[in-house]
């Protein structure tokens, strides 16, 4: 599973690089320190790939699980959500020691 524990490590750094631009806004531009809310950021990446994935969810998935569920998400912040996820799947596809008996 080198694959997942590839893709959390990218989730992670994705994470960090989140937080390096609060800190940059911060430190540079002089904006009052906070953390980037998820939704935000991918907005401001993309704002169409999150249009389209809000109509798909809604329209072909289940209309509430975009509501409560993905927008709660969104909400959070970015460095966060993107390092923890990546801390989880680190963890959960971690190489296995074998013990011999």
């Not at 409560?68 to 963890?91: D, H, R």
């Amino acid at each position: 599973m080198v694959i997942f524990r590839i893709i959390g490590r990218l989730f992670f750094i994705a994470g960090l690089a989140a937080f390096g631009y609060d800190l940059w806004r911060w430190l540079v531009d002089g904006e009052a320190f906070r953390l980037e809310p998820l939704g935000e950021l991918w907005f401001m990446i993309d704002p169409s790939s999150l249009n389209g994935a809000q109509a798909a969810i809604q329209r072909y998935v289940w209309p509430w699980l975009w509501d409560p569920a993905i927008v709660t998400v969104l909400l959070w912040p970015a460095a966060l959500v993107l390092a923890g996820f990546g801390l989880i799947l680190m963890i959960l596809f971690r190489r296995r020691v074998r013990r011999y008996a």
